[in-house]
């Protein structure tokens, strides 16, 4: 199982990225994936994930961020738009077959697999 990350960047306020998360070893549809960031001094967070048909946004990022699947590429996009200064963190995707995914709740567990996470700057 590997996850590769990527789209980070610097952006304005307000502006919008991209981030990747390309997978290999399993297949996306059939597993849950979830974007998590850790921003200085603070712990790692669930933003946004995916299993089945289930979705989680964290409530600063709902309206504003979008998690999808890309099955011909075997990738999980997340849509990051409206950015904000306190968005700025290193971005990190996740996968794990025993995690718990609804509406409100995005849990891992320490058998998830993580990709090496990249960094999104929000500044003027």
């Known amino acids: 199982v590997q996850l590769q990350a990527s789209g980070g960047g610097w952006v304005r306020p307000g502006g919008s990225l991209r981030l990747s998360c390309a997978a290999s070893?399993?297949?996306?549809?059939?597993?849950?994936i979830g974007w998590f960031r850790q921003a200085p001094g603070k712990s790692r967070e669930a933003i946004a994930c995916?299993?089945?048909?289930?979705?989680y946004y964290e409530e600063s990022v709902k309206g504003r961020f979008t998690i999808s699947r890309d099955n011909t590429k075997n990738t999980v996009i997340l849509e990051m738009n409206e950015l904000k200064a306190e968005d700025t963190a290193i971005y990190y995707c996740?996968?794990?077959?025993?995690?718990?995914?609804?509406?409100?709740?995005?849990?891992?567990?320490?058998?998830?697999?993580w990709g090496q996470g990249t960094l999104v700057t929000v500044s003027s």
């Open positions: 995916v299993k089945g048909r289930d979705t």
């Open positions: 070893g399993f297949t996306v549809e059939d597993q849950a």
């Open positions: 996740a996968t794990d077959r025993s995690s718990l995914v609804r509406p409100r709740i995005c849990l891992f567990t320490e058998d998830a697999s």
